[in-house]
């Protein structure tokens, strides 16, 4: 993903009532300004030191209006949740992101928020099963990756939200 939407994606997860790390916010910042991305207040939350993730959040929430990357009305929290799944299936399928690391905040942040809908349980099932493998399996640990990429694929080629 391209670091302004990974601000989004960060922005809209706060905004949604998760939280999200200093590092994160402050490791994303650093990206952001080093693709070019222009705020008043990123340069200093990417230069924040570990003495300073305290101040992390408040610098963030100030990039995020400075950009306006979330909405500061009530949003609609389905909706956001869906756009959240959908950018990583965008990044597994584009290679941005590793296949399970995405796949697992699909299962947390979308499957698990949005009421467990049936279109996603494939890729929970496939990030479950790369999981809790074992070499005892008989297979290739990857073969589980390639499945969560092939799903997440096919979530893009469909309708969306997903039915």
């Given at each position: ?5 990974d ?14 790390g ?5 490791e ?55 756009q ?43 990030v ?36």
């Open positions: 993903m391209d670091a302004l939407k601000l989004r994606v960060l922005a809209i997860r706060e905004a949604l009532g998760e939280f999200v200093s590092d994160v916010l402050i994303t910042g650093l990206r952001a300004l080093l693709d070019g991305v222009e705020s008043p207040s990123l340069p200093l939350l990417a230069s924040l030191s570990r003495r300073e993730e305290g101040d992390a959040h408040d610098l963030f929430h100030a990039v995020a209006v400075e950009l306006d990357l979330a909405p500061t009305a009530a949003i609609d929290t389905q909706s956001a949740r869906w959240l799944v959908r950018w990583q299936c965008e990044a597994i399928a584009d290679g941005s992101a590793e296949p399970e690391a995405a796949g697992h905040l699909i299962w947390f942040q979308g499957w698990n928020e949005l009421g467990y809908p049936d279109s996603l349980r494939p890729i929970v099932g496939w479950s099963e790369w999981e809790d493998w074992t070499p005892s399996w008989g297979m290739e640990r990857d073969h589980y990756r390639r499945l969560i990429v092939e799903e997440a694929k096919g979530l893009l080629d469909g309708p969306w939200p997903p039915e």
